[in-house]
């Protein structure tokens, strides 16, 4: 038709006037060579056009591009390649759904294959996203009967470390630390550099979680040392940016800066905006901790600027709740209502229900600040209820010990003190220690007020041990201070 061929005569002429600056006009050679419908040159121009879109962080264009792509291939070993492209483009944009149905579609009927096995790992990858736990460990399953079939073991380390976070996820924190041990011991068999970084990355986060911190620090060391071997300077900073935090929860602040600091030059260098954004975003959570609201509400600004640029919803939420609580700190309340109200609307978006207990843990704490404990609590139990759909045991505590200092702040102490020892039994049986040991403070505080001083005694002493133990500071600075308050008192 006429049509077809003006832009097949435009994308010749393209070709012919600019042939060694090709590069700043491929996304009109790919629309002019789709218009003319030229298979070949579509073919060549859609991939170079998503390629240049997704290397500029112009994350929906390069996803239009590469569905383009999709769509006018015909060999499946290319959709495989394409469908790699597009993986991190759906996950960084929370298009996890369309995701997977893409990916299974293509995946369907195919038994697995060394040629389709990665393509299943990136669809387990988006059930775990998707907090559908039993499809996600099914597949993992499944690969594993690939690797029984085959003996090639080489996957087994990977696939460990995939059921290690699914059983992390699912707060079976014994399990999941076995299977990271696992992916460690795999690894460490042949002499994976990479899985064995993974392994220490993964044992790193699931030690902070557990409250053992000091642990958590030798794991990540280990696993930055490893991305240093392999020249893997995006995981360094990745890895980095954890460390930092680890020193932020040892109240380590200066080394926390001089961490975050180190990963946004890293990323600076890489060109890394979802990680720069990322760390600017604990750099700020550390500025607000250490009083300096100013520039970290500057920072936040930065954040959210470059969120806007990736079109970064999650970023978005984090950035607003973190917001939320300098204002809740600020005592500005209608402020701080409004920023985690805006991160709560963007978290069920996201389907983010550990994110949204956050929210629903905060915002009760706001209306607990103002002294509303009837509204605190149903924001609290709405907290305990997204807990309990997702197993979110660490969360869980949270909600306990909320509900506890609100039936505390009511003075029903007996029913206070009841929800600490929910708190602590879940402690106990996952090793869960920060929050376990605010419990166990929370209680002494308790009795110091009904002056059962004998039984207040024996908590601080046991909050003492534990915080000892992990080094909890915080912890150990408020029994300290409830020891002088009722030193006359306490054996």
Request: charged letters at 25%; hydrophobic letters at 35%.
């Amino acid at each position: 038709t006429l049509k077809q061929n003006v832009h097949l005569l435009a994308g010749n002429a393209i070709e012919e006037l600019y042939p060694n600056k090709f590069a700043n006009y491929y996304y009109e050679l790919a629309r002019h060579y789709v218009a003319a419908k030229n298979e070949s040159k579509s073919i060549e121009y859609l991939e170079k056009a998503g390629d240049k879109a997704k290397d500029n962080y112009e994350y929906k264009k390069a996803i239009h591009f590469y569905e383009m792509l999709l769509n006018n291939q015909s060999i499946y070993l290319n959709r495989v390649s394409l469908l790699d492209k597009l993986f991190s483009l759906y996950k960084d944009t929370g298009k996890w759904n369309k995701a997977l149905i893409i990916y299974s579609t293509y995946f369907k009927k195919r038994n697995i294959s060394d040629d389709n096995i990665d393509l299943v790992f990136k669809i387990s990858e988006i059930h775990y996203l998707l907090n559908d736990f039993k499809i996600a460990y099914n597949l993992q399953m499944k690969i594993i009967k690939f690797i029984n079939a085959t003996k090639n073991t080489c996957y087994l380390s990977k696939v460990y470390g995939n059921l290690g976070r699914i059983f992390q996820k699912t707060s079976k924190f014994n399990k999941a630390i076995s299977y990271y041990n696992l992916q460690l011991k795999s690894a460490l068999k042949f002499n994976d550099s990479n899985e064995i970084a993974k392994a220490h990355d993964n044992l790193g986060v699931i030690k902070r979680l557990k409250g053992n911190y000091h642990s958590a620090k030798i794991h990540y060391e280990q696993s930055i040392s490893h991305y240093a071997h392999l020249a893997n300077k995006q995981m360094m900073a990745n890895i980095t940016d954890k460390l930092g935090t680890i020193y932020y929860y040892l109240g380590d602040y200066v080394n926390a800066k001089l961490n975050y600091e180190s990963a946004l030059n890293i990323y600076k260098k890489t060109g890394s905006i979802y990680g720069y954004q990322n760390t600017l975003g604990n750099m700020g959570i550390l500025l607000s901790t250490v009083g300096d609201n100013k520039k970290a509400k500057s920072i936040f600004a930065e954040r959210i600027k470059l969120c806007n640029n990736i079109n970064d919803l999650q970023g978005f939420a984090n950035t607003f709740f973190a917001i939320g609580n300098i204002y809740l700190n600020e005592n500005n309340f209608p402020q701080a209502l409004k920023y985690f109200s805006k991160s709560e609307r963007l978290y069920l978006k996201l389907k983010n229900k550990q994110c949204l207990s956050k929210v629903y843990s905060n915002l009760g704490l706001l209306y607990q600040s103002v002294k509303k404990y009837e509204k605190a609590e149903i924001y609290f139990i709405e907290q305990l209820k997204t807990d309990k759909r997702i197993n979110n045991i660490e969360g869980l505590m949270r909600g306990y010990v909320n509900i506890g200092n609100n039936m505390n702040f009511l003075n029903f102490y007996n029913e206070a003190i009841n929800y600490y020892k929910k708190t602590i039994k879940l402690g106990k049986i996952n090793h869960i220690n920060q929050t376990y040991a605010t419990a166990l403070y929370n209680i002494s505080e308790v009795y110091c007020k009904l002056e059962y001083f004998k039984k207040a005694s024996l908590t601080i002493c046991k909050t003492l041990e534990i915080s000892n133990k992990f080094n909890l500071q915080i912890e150990k600075e408020k029994i300290l201070n409830l020891k002088r308050k009722y030193s006359f008192k306490l054996t």
